[in-house]
């Protein structure tokens, strides 16, 4: 069910390909000394989920567990995780913390803001909040200081037919699921403000293929910016 690969030394994706909806979910496991899973994915693939993560290291030394923001295919499966993961902590913002607590799944994620930094031992992720679609809640993603590696959850992500095939315009393909995560264009030029100064080497999203952007980010930001919202 699941499929890896190392995407930068030390850090690989865990992708589940739904073909029916022709759409691929990631998450990414950074080996660090305190190991970090960026996104859970949900209930029902958490046993595939596990038993992939095995194939890399013990999936219950992992230290932190990255939630973007609260969705299912983000933290649906944080619980299952913190119960088999005994020094596990949550890591988000602090209005995906609120629901956490909320729906008694941890009395005390790690709330992390804009620019913060989070050691993991050998590398360490820094934090750029995202203004997300529903309410245009805060959440964030992360990025891997080592390789440059921005796991950017839905911004950049692509949806794919039910081939799996790697778009021939991955550019392009982004562009539609970044517009309709963040819809309100000036709140998007803020967060490419905020990106493009963090030496951003990979772009691994939540869904598609992790890429190699073009240099500097900017032709990416154009490229999105240039496509027709779709609904």
Same mark, same amino acid.
């Given at each position: 069910?699941?499929?890896?690969?190392?995407?930068?030394?030390?850090?690989?994706?865990?992708?589940?390909?739904?073909?029916?909806?022709?759409?691929?979910?990631?998450?990414?496991?950074? @080996?660090?000394?305190?190991? @970090?899973?960026?996104?859970?994915?949900?209930?029902?693939?958490?046993?595939?989920?596990?038993? @992939?993560?095995?194939?890399?290291?013990? #999936?219950?030394?992992?230290?932190?567990?990255?939630? #973007?923001?609260?969705?299912?295919?983000?933290?649906?499966?944080?619980?299952?995780?913190?119960?088999?993961?005994?020094?596990?902590?949550?890591?988000?913002?602090?209005?995906?913390?609120?629901?956490?607590?909320?729906?008694?799944?941890?009395?005390? #994620?790690?709330?992390?803001?804009?620019?913060?930094?989070?050691?993991?031992?050998?590398?360490?992720?820094?934090?750029?909040?995202?203004?997300?679609?529903?309410?245009?809640?805060?959440?964030?993603?992360?990025?891997?200081?080592?390789?440059?590696?921005?796991?950017?959850?839905?911004?950049?992500?692509?949806?794919?037919?039910?081939?799996?095939?790697?778009?021939?315009?991955?550019?392009?393909?982004?562009?539609?699921?970044?517009?309709?995560?963040?819809?309100?264009?000036?709140?998007?030029?803020?967060?490419?403000?905020?990106?493009?100064?963090?030496?951003?080497?990979?772009?691994?999203?939540?869904?598609?293929?992790?890429?190699?952007?073009?240099?500097?980010?900017?032709?990416?930001?154009?490229?999105?910016?240039?496509? #027709?919202?779709?609904?």
């Amino acid at each position: 069910m699941y499929t890896h690969e190392e995407i930068a030394p030390g850090i690989f994706q865990f992708r589940f390909f739904d073909a029916a909806r022709g759409i691929g979910f990631n998450q990414y496991l950074i @080996a660090a000394e305190q190991p @970090a899973l960026v996104s859970t994915g949900g209930m029902p693939t958490f046993e595939a989920l596990w038993e @992939a993560l095995g194939a890399v290291l013990a #999936p219950e030394r992992l230290r932190y567990l990255v939630v #973007p923001h609260f969705e299912a295919d983000e933290g649906g499966a944080l619980a299952a995780f913190l119960a088999r993961c005994g020094g596990a902590r949550p890591v988000c913002a602090a209005v995906a913390a609120r629901q956490i607590t909320g729906f008694g799944l941890c009395p005390d #994620p790690l709330v992390v803001k804009d620019g913060e930094r989070l050691d993991l031992g050998d590398d360490a992720l820094r934090f750029v909040m995202v203004p997300w679609e529903m309410h245009l809640w805060e959440g964030l993603v992360a990025c891997e200081e080592r390789y440059g590696v921005l796991f950017s959850s839905d911004l950049f992500g692509q949806r794919l037919d039910p081939t799996g095939a790697m778009p021939s315009d991955l550019l392009a393909a982004a562009a539609p699921m970044t517009l309709g995560s963040v819809p309100a264009q000036d709140l998007r030029y803020q967060v490419y403000g905020k990106l493009a100064n963090l030496g951003i080497r990979r772009v691994a999203p939540g869904h598609g293929f992790a890429f190699t952007p073009p240099v500097g980010m900017d032709e990416l930001f154009t490229r999105v910016e240039a496509a #027709p919202m779709t609904s």
